[in-house]
């Protein structure tokens, strides 16, 4: 009751700062912190106020619902204050009269499951049998070892069409607590896709030909900031590993830039021509295309160094 009073009184916030001690700090750090406070201070504001916030949330919270309801040894009573978060960002989306996906409607489901669990004290087994995998280890292997960040490109254009199944492999990858936040900025026009490649440090040895540009990109205000200000760097690498695999298939080839050593200028450029909202993280870019040269092959360190296997 009293830190509830003293929380009405001295705003979180000020606490926080109450307790924090000065210290300095280089300005590449202080970038980084000043970007990072950037996000909490949208989040802050979006909260409980915007359906697309109660989107992601309701993903991470169901998630952690179906993760007990998946358990053998599930029993009622457990994890009331998961529901209730749930329930409240679903009746956000609700309230809001917002469009819901299939992630959502799964969301639901799994909300009334756990409810129904609540009075039955009961659940039938929620399992399916694995599936055997249509491709051996040695044919998926192979296809890994034949992708190339490639540089030079063809003048053939990218379709909509594509990059709109590769948008969904992307949908597929693993996301921190099944938050699905990943998104991906494109254009398929040279001549924007150029200049969002002027954008990026490092984005050098390219042919002249620039088809697709694509940002990968995270919605930001499904993380509680900071504690969780790396993860989006991962879920957005696990989409992008899926979406440079699935290019092959279409047999493109994509590179990888960084946005590591990004200053506000290049972002502020990059944001206005993909129209990049400003609650998205940028985490990298690539570019992509038909190549017209394959890259060789550069060695690889030994599968001893990749391993520690303890007994």
Request: proline share 4%; aromatic share 10%.
């Amino acid at each position: 009751m009293i830190k509830k009073i003293i929380f009405k009184i001295i705003s979180k916030k000020r606490i926080e700062f109450l307790r924090s001690n000065p210290f300095f700090t280089n300005g590449k750090f202080r970038d980084k912190i000043v970007d990072i406070q950037k996000y909490i201070n949208i989040n802050d504001k979006s909260i409980g106020n915007e359906p697309e916030t109660s989107v992601l949330l309701s993903r991470k919270f169901a998630h952690i619902i179906d993760k007990g309801l998946h358990r053998r040894d599930v029993q009622a009573g457990h994890s009331k204050s998961i529901e209730l978060a749930l329930n409240k960002n679903l009746n956000c989306i609700n309230s809001n009269n917002y469009l819901k996906d299939e992630s959502i409607i799964w969301a639901e489901e799994k909300h009334k499951l756990y409810l129904n669990l609540q009075e039955s004290k009961s659940i039938e087994e929620l399992a399916e049998n694995p599936e055997n995998p249509e491709i051996n280890f040695d044919s998926f292997l192979k296809f890994i070892k034949n992708r190339r960040s490639n540089r030079q490109f063809t003048s053939d254009l990218v379709s909509d069409e594509i990059l709109l199944k590769l948008a969904e492999t992307i949908n597929w990858a693993a996301s921190s607590c099944n938050k699905q936040p990943n998104k991906i900025f494109i254009t398929n026009n040279p001549n924007l896709a150029s200049e969002c490649l002027k954008q990026c440090k490092g984005g050098t040895g390219f042919s002249r030909e620039i088809p697709c540009f694509v940002s990968f990109c995270v919605d930001m205000r499904g993380y509680y900031l900071p504690h969780e200000m790396y993860l989006p760097h991962i879920d957005a690498s696990l989409g992008a590993q899926n979406f440079y695999l699935a290019l092959q298939t279409f047999n493109l080839s994509g590179t990888s830039l960084s946005w590591a050593l990004k200053d506000d200028k290049e972002e502020r450029k990059l944001r206005e021509l993909l129209n990049i909202p400003d609650y998205y993280q940028i985490i990298f870019n690539s570019v992509i295309g038909y190549a017209s040269k394959n890259y060789i092959t550069p060695s690889r360190k030994s599968i001893n160094s990749s391993i520690s296997i303890i007994k």
